[in-house]
């Protein structure tokens, strides 16, 4: 399971900044790749959902609504959608990211974005 982590989801990562922009059509059958590989890792049946893992709704990190992001040496790593999104959720701070509606949290976001450039 190690194995198919590492080689098929690193290689679907790995570019992952060229997806951007592509249509629906184009991205589902590698959305559909991993789905697959995600039951197979998690050992769960093809109608299955995956879930977070068991332990983590006691950590700290769980109850103030951070992300864990795989760690990475080097720079160009840093710049994976899969390390950057959880850091700069993270960086939010507490009260934002708690908000449950859409348009709230957008409202806010801009605020707090506008406020912190100047």
Known sequence: M???SSLLL???DYCNAVHT??????????????????????????????A???GRPALRTASRGDFIGP?????????AFC???PRVWNRLPADLRQL????????????FL???SY
């Open 2 to 4: 190690a194995v198919l």
């Open 10 to 12: 690193s290689r679907l």
């Open 21 to 50: 922009g592509l249509t629906a059509s184009t991205l589902a059958p590698l959305q559909r790749v991993l789905h697959a590989a995600a039951r197979v890792v998690m050992d769960l049946r093809p109608r299955d959902h995956a």
């Open 52 to 54: 977070d893992v068991p």
């Open 71 to 79: 760690r990475t040496n080097r720079k160009f790593g840093d710049r």
């Open 83 to 85: 390390v950057a999104a």
């Open 100 to 111: 449950r509606s859409t348009q709230t949290f957008r409202r806010h976001l801009k605020t």
């Open 114 to 116: 506008f406020a912190a």
